[in-house]
């Protein structure tokens, strides 16, 4: 038997019209079978790939395979290629949160602490912690636990990253329309940024948040404003001499003043728009340290590749961004002020900082990080290539992708600026990437690469690129679920953990102090200022770590699996340390109180 | 007034002075962003004084923040 299923003009469809569907179906119940069947406790020194069976291989390979396959049907489908692009995202980022049986990240739960304390107490304690200087997303995490009923913000920390991620598919889209690239190029954009983004900076955390802020600001200016169009240079100059021509008009009164830009929308509609940015952009201030910044230096890359109309929104926003530094946020920088400035342009070191010393570690955590590296580099490579071939109105593209960079020379952000950086460049990198595959082909500015023209060949062209599709998208999801996970042995906690934390909470008065070895436990989400958390830091020998909490006599000492995943992968501690820093607390004064298969508690003998 | 500012140039980083400048900064660019998108006509001249005092002003600023820096930093 046959099945076909007959159009509204009566034309047969054939079941092929729903392959892409069908595979992205059969994904998500070899996504379910996977989840199912992985055993958190079996996790291996590479994270979570080491519990991943091969369901959720096949099912990955199923449902980018659906994705290219309607990524170039005629006409396209939004709607499927929407559903393909979500189960795509539940994959890499849903994947954790449902083996995991805690949410991930000590930070994230440092989080929930902050949070708890504002709900106690109305207001953000100064000078705790420097995240505390920027207290907005804490305090609107607050009403939202408030609103909600819950005791505390616990609750939104385990599925909180396929959340944001979802979130942010909105602003994406709006993004990938208006950026001057094709319809398939914005589709395969947004794949290849879900497929790529290993930056683990969807956690519970304001920045998560503010990267939601920052996608919105964009993909509402760049909705709103088109580029002017401008009179070309004659052609006889030649390529180069109208592209020379072209730059210098980047900093023409006209272009600074923003009337290179134009818009359809009307007034009322558009100083709203400006209205609620100006607002998004006092949310940012308040709630995070770098993403105002990484928004000015967007904001002012629109405004010189023609896609910003009102320059006032990139001086609003500095503004807003600089009052609440040196008013809001005194408490962080005052009696330290090297902590902001130290690391201005020192780009070198800030280099050196943020990538060569997280090169480090056991061969397996080595090959993790190397695999980060090379993804990275893969995706920018392919943007570079997609800048060559495709032709454009506007290179706001390759503004918005490379303004971030800026950001290195001002700042090191505690070695992780670079990351920062590169999350901040990942949705037009990618677009850039797609580029590379589906470059469009008309436009103001030329590609520097000559077409490639299909021709007779159109069959077997549409056949190869829907292979080399499929392998881009593929190879980069599967490097970014090894390396995305790669941190999870350390990084992600188990329920033993959690019930030793608990324990430890339940069993320390006020001025008690919970030493750990290292900073990987899911702890620090109540008591902030009545229970003080130590952990020596990177004390060099374990046997140094031992020392150090003997000193400062904790009343408890947490040991974990978790911490000593840490030490062994990251740090380059023997098999069994942790055993042996428990026997020497067992000899200086210390007892078993507590024991689960993954964390004991030792206790102060009294 | 005047004398306890110029008493001590560092007076002039305290949250007060910083946060008037600020308000002004932002009133005048609300109010330049309102006149162009709402194309209110506005003669060259007042263009030019709302366009220098925003510059002005943004500057002053940026001097008030680094002195803020500098005094209690």
């Known amino acids: 038997m046959t099945i076909v299923r007959r159009d509204l003009n009566g034309e047969p469809q054939p079941i092929r019209n729903f392959l892409g569907l069908f595979l992205g179906f059969a994904g998500l119940v070899l996504w379910l079978v996977a989840v199912h069947n992985a055993d958190y406790l079996k996790m291996g020194a590479y994270g979570l790939v080491s519990v991943l069976g091969w369901p959720y291989f096949v099912g990955l390979a199923f449902v980018v395979m659906g994705f290219a396959i309607e990524l170039l049907r005629t006409p396209l489908r939004s709607g499927r290629l929407f559903a393909l692009v979500v189960l795509l995202a539940i994959f890499l980022y849903g994947t954790a949160s449902a083996i995991e049986p805690v949410a991930q990240l ?160 009307g007034s009322v509609e558009t100083i709203s728009v400006l209205g609620l940015l100006g607002l998004i952009g006092l949310a940012s201030a308040m709630s995070h340290q770098l993403t105002p910044y990484a928004m000015v230096l967007a904001l002012a890359a629109c405004l010189l590749t023609r896609r910003l109309g009102r320059p006032e929104l990139v001086l609003l926003i500095a503004a807003l961004a600089l009052g609440w530094l040196s008013l809001g946020a005194s408490n962080y920088w005052v009696g330290h002020l090297n902590v902001i400035f130290g690391s201005v342009g020192q780009v070198s070191s800030t280099l050196t900082s943020n990538v060569t ?99 007779r060949f159109a069959g077997i062209g549409r056949m190869t690129l829907r292979l080399i599709i499929i392998g881009v998208v593929l190879a980069f999801a599967l490097a970014t679920t090894i390396v995305r996970g790669g941190n999870d042995a350390y990084a992600s906690f188990s329920r033993g953990e959690l019930a030793a934390v608990n324990y430890a909470y339940a069993h320390v008065h006020s001025g008690d102090t919970i030493g750990l070895v290292n900073y990987y436990l899911p702890i620090g989400q109540r008591d902030i200022t009545t229970v003080a958390v130590y952990d020596p830091g990177s004390a060099g020998s374990y046997q140094n770590i031992g020392q150090l909490l003997l000193q400062a006599k904790p009343t408890i000492i947490i040991l974990s699996q978790s911490e000593e995943a840490y030490g062994e992968e990251v740090v380059g501690f023997p098999v069994g340390w942790e055993a042996t820093l428990e026997t020497t607390f067992v000899n200086h004064g210390y007892r078993i109180a507590a024991h689960w298969n993954t964390a004991t508690v030792l206790k102060v003998s009294v | 007034m005047n004398d306890i500012v110029f008493a001590n140039a560092g007076a002039l980083g305290a949250p007060q002075v910083i946060f008037v400048s600020l308000a002004a900064v932002v009133t005048l660019l609300c109010l330049r962003a309102l006149t162009r998108v709402m194309r209110l006509a506005l003669s060259r001249s007042v263009s030019q004084v709302l366009d220098g005092s925003i510059v002005v002003l943004f500057l002053l600023f940026i001097v008030l923040i680094i002195v803020r820096f500098t005094t209690i930093g």
């Open chain 1, 106 to 265: 000590t930070d994230s739960w440092v989080h929930a602490g902050f949070i708890q304390y504002i709900i106690q107490n109305g207001h953000p304690l100064n000078g705790y912690d420097a995240r505390f200087s920027w207290p907005g997303g804490f305090s609107l995490s607050a009403i939202l636990v408030a609103f909600t009923g819950q005791a505390n913000a616990i609750a939104f920390l385990r599925w909180f990253p396929i959340f944001i991620e979802l979130s942010y598919l909105a602003p994406l889209l709006v993004i990938a329309r208006f950026s001057g690239v094709s319809r398939r190029a914005g589709w395969l954009g947004i794949a290849l940024y879900y497929a790529t983004n290993w930056i683990f900076q969807d956690y519970f955390s304001p920045q998560a948040l503010n990267y939601l802020f920052y996608l919105v600001v964009i993909a509402a200016v760049l909705a709103c404003w088109q580029p002017r169009r401008l009179d070309r240079a004659a052609p006889e100059r030649g390529y180069w001499k109208e592209r020379v021509a072209q730059s210098r008009a980047l900093m023409t009164h006209s272009r600074l003043v923003g009337n290179d830009a134009t818009t359809t929308w």
């Open chain 1, 357 to 455: 010393s997280r090169v480090s570690g056991a061969p397996t955590h080595l090959l993790v990080v190397e695999i980060r590296i090379l993804l990275t580099g893969a995706l920018f490579f392919l943007a570079g290539v997609g800048f060559l071939r495709r032709y454009t109105d506007s290179r706001a593209l390759e503004a918005l992708a490379g303004a971030p960079f800026l950001l290195v020379a001002a700042q090191s952000y505690g070695g992780e600026g670079l990351l920062r950086v590169v999350l901040f460049a990942l949705p037009f990198a990618s677009l850039l990437a797609a580029s590379a595959i589906l470059p469009s082909q008309s436009g103001t500015i030329r590609g520097l690469l000559p077409k490639v023209s299909i021709g």
